[in-house]
């Protein structure tokens, strides 16, 4: 699944949702369940298997092979376990810390990583400034290491944050207006967030 799909989807997937614009603006739990259902069924959908707080990352999903080990596995009486992790994902409501899920899934080795989370509304234009400082944080990390070698192979690593509203409620009841998620792909050539 490349980034691109995962946004589109995930975009049309959430603002087709009933009763999406009441859920997101009320307690945040809510909002958070429903959210997590929309990415669970985008994994699910692209024939990957799916599983929520699995090493502590709210949603990710893998291709099992277990079947390829199964009959040596079966030898030894043990339980065939082979599978490759496709997708991991992170939604953080809090507008002050979602950078501490991108640097936990910098640390991930997987195809697609995926951050959620939201600006002001109001301060919106700050998107890119603060998505800048957030590449410099990532850039300085060890693990970054693992997306610039990924390039030079065909195991390529795409890491997408997705940006939404949040703080006042705009006054719309059209789920694109109101959450006006945006997502930004990183080139790690350039070292910086691009939307998309």
Sequence with gaps: MKAADFFEDFTSKLYTEPGIVKAYWSPLGA???IVTKVIQHIIKSNEFSSSKEYL??????????SNEVA???????????????????????DTHDWSDEVIKLLHIRCPLKVVIG??????RGTDLDKLALVATWMEQTEAIKGIHDAESTDH???FLIILGNCGK??????????????????NSQKQVFEQI
């Design 31 to 33: 909002f958070t369940d």
């Design 118 to 123: 939201y600006n002001d509304s109001n301060k």
């Design 71 to 93: 009959n040596d596995a079966k030898k030894f009486k043990m339980k065939p376990h082979l599978w490759d992790l496709t997708i991991a994902v992170e939604h953080e409501n």
């Design 56 to 65: 502590r990352i709210d949603v990710t999903g893998w291709k099992s092979r």
């Design 156 to 158: 390529c690593e795409e």
């Design 169 to 186: 409620q705009p006054s719309t009841t059209d789920p694109k207006k109101s959450f006006d998620y945006r997502g930004y792909l990183y």
